[in-house]
């Protein structure tokens, strides 16, 4: 093992770099045609969005150097501290927080407001990271798996309650973290289960759910005593339990989605079931940024001259509805080619965590992967009317300051991480 030179820049992942600096100038850009009032504007008007974002941007230039000038083992050392003081402040919204869009999710600074869940994501990240790197930690244990769920959970149930769900969502997206890193398949297979009788449920109705599922799950079973793999003399107390607790389950699902969803949520889900048009209420957003994002044809209409865009057809198209920017002045060629640099980017980040010597180090990389990954993926399935409208911003796409930040330094310590993995300490 070499030991580290004194040039901060040593071993760092150029590639990675450039990854980022393109994503955040097309980002800009789009967030300036989104934006912009008069061509002939100004682009260093600091009043306007762009002009703010640009700031922004520049303060993430400093912030780079400065994670990328910080010992890579001081991220391990303090992720504790991180973690904690990262719980605090979303504690503290309940108490100083300011509501916007309905949700108590910011701190108002006065000069500007800024979102601690944005930053939350790094300190649970870190703390999950270092979690996992203690010794005899295995996550087919009980007691392993009960403490990286609370790792987990408790930033999620925090935001939940502001109320956020959507960008909760992000930390159960980290069990596929604590996949890669043991944990037995029967969770995940379990979470898709949910999810998929919970929307049956909903489409079909309770009655006609319990015939399909059982019929579905007696069919199994019929196959599997065909074929000598199971014996129903020994496994019907199995069989018994499963019918139970799927019916309990089933008959839940009508309680929850009228009881604990919020009005709002349910509208969501309806629209996207088919049950509710609603093109002029809770889906105008949706389907204003789908129009937008069609009338870009094949090769779009070119950068300022989206007249939807410039019309102002979609709300908040600088935030959560940036990529209908992108449909419509690049068409269907250039939304095409942002996302294949988004996955090329994500699949980068995946082949460098693999690639880590630390056990720290590469459940962050994951971690990182695992964030940008479903935050792309969301936000464009719920531009293109496939997801839930659910506020979730496009990585270095979305206007915000809070956001640029947070995924800046997400990046970035792993990127600083990733520069010693051949050096010793």
Known sequence: MRKRQNNIFT???????????????LGWINIYAASVTNTSG??????????????????????????????????????GVFYIISMLSLAGLFVFGTSINGATSWYNLGFSSIQPSEFSKIATALALANFLNEPNKDLSNFK?????????????ILITLQPDAGSALIYFSLLFVLYREGLPGIFLSLGFSAIILF???????????????????????????NTKKFHLNREWPKVLILYTFIGLFLFSVDYVFNNVFEQRHRDRFNIILGENADTRGIGYNTNQSMLTIGSGGLTGKGFLEGDRTQGDFVPEQHTDYIFSTVGEEWGFIGSSAVICIFIAFILRLISIAERQKSKFSRVFGYSVATIFFFHFMINIGMVIGLLPTIGIPLPFFSYGGSSLWGFTILLFIFIRLDADRTYEW
């Open 42 to 79: 100004n682009i260093l008007d600091f009043s306007t969005l762009y002009g703010k974002q640009l700031q922004w941007i520049g303060l993430s230039a400093v912030l780079i150097i400065i994670i990328i000038a910080i010992d890579a083992k001081f991220y391990e050392r303090f992720s």
């Open 199 to 225: 929307l049956i449920t909903l489409y079909f109705g309770f009655t006609s759910s319990i015939i399909i599922v059982f019929s579905l799950i007696t069919l199994l079973v019929v196959y599997l005593l």
């Open 11 to 25: 071993g760092i992942d150029w590639i990675l770099v450039l990854f980022f600096i393109v994503l955040v100038f």
């Open 144 to 156: 392993t798996q009960l403490n990286a769920f609370l790792i987990l959970l408790i930033p999620a």
